[in-house]
């Protein structure tokens, strides 16, 4: 049986440990990430918290609906054991029936097939292989982009997140990211500093671009890379995902991309010899159901 359990009734021990030891387990889902980037959760129970779903929510015009929260690409139901069909249909059942407006975007465990459902991708790198095997399947291109010398450039691993967020703030973006999401990100950096990392980097004492991501047992995750023009034109984006690369290379772990709509940051990712993992959007409108 299925419960709805209210974000003031919810066991966070018990609710997290569920998230960190299922196999789809992602770093959005944990509590104190909601608590950051939503004013409520709820969440979708079966059992002992042996499977969850956690629901951000939110009410306009006296209409309450899910939706997914800036700096979250996934949710969906996370469970200590084997995740069905069956179950995937039964939790997105009882969302349906509860919220007329849903905008949810289910993780990659989810097996199914709707009418409802969007197909969206991801891009994954794993970094257990030593890093010199990780480079050689690299497209031309990045391979000879990180024989370059990089050695004008100042990495701070533990940045400044003012410094970032005021940048950030200022840069051109092909999106639009409102005042609030960047509100957001501050709480993210400032509250998770054990899972959340600012790196910023300088040539000659200007600041030229910048990375926050994140870090859980099992993956890191590329949430908002920051790169000027200048930046760009001297493949900084490049020579910082190789940092990551070898900070991290040789480990059971993976680097997650956060995939891309955009054909020439998807075609980057992949240049890594990144792969492509499908997760899935779930939308509702009043009257549709699963």
Request: aromatic content about 14%; hydrophobic content about 35%.
């Amino acid at each position: 049986m299925i419960r709805y359990v209210p974000y003031h009734e919810i066991d966070r021990t018990k609710y997290d440990y569920c998230i960190s030891h299922s196999k789809a387990c992602r770093i959005y889902a944990l509590s104190w990430y909601l608590d950051c980037v939503t004013d409520r959760w709820d969440v979708l129970i079966k059992g002992d918290y042996d499977s969850v779903m956690p629901l951000p929510r939110k009410t306009k015009y006296g209409i309450h609906y899910v939706y997914t929260p800036s700096w979250v690409q996934q949710l969906g139901l996370f469970s200590l054991d084997k995740i069905t069909e069956k179950t995937q249909y039964e939790f997105l059942k009882c969302i349906s029936k509860k919220f007329l407006w849903i905008d949810y975007h289910l993780n990659s465990a989810y097996e199914g097939a709707s009418g409802s459902l969007m197909i969206k991708n991801n891009y994954l790198l794993s970094l257990e292989q030593g890093l010199e095997k990780i480079q050689a399947k690299y497209n031309k291109n990045r391979k000879r982009i990180s024989k370059r010398s990089f050695d004008g450039l100042v990495l701070d691993k533990n940045g400044d997140i003012h410094l970032f967020i005021e940048n950030y703030k200022n840069q051109d973006k092909p999106y639009t990211i409102s005042e609030e999401a960047i509100d957001l990100l501050k709480c993210l950096c400032i509250k998770g500093k054990e899972h959340v990392h600012v790196w910023n980097v300088f040539q000659d004492n200007e600041f030229l671009a910048g990375l926050v991501w994140l870090e859980d047992a099992h993956r890191i995750t590329y949430l908002a890379p920051l790169a000027n023009e200048r930046a760009k034109q001297l493949h900084i984006p490049t020579y910082l995902i190789n940092e990551l690369i070898n900070d991290f290379q040789g480990q059971k772990m993976i680097l997650d991309f956060e995939g891309s709509m955009l054909t020439g940051v998807e075609n980057f990712y992949q240049s890594f010899g990144a792969y492509a993992e499908s997760y899935y959007y779930f939308k509702k409108r009043f009257t549709h159901h699963v």
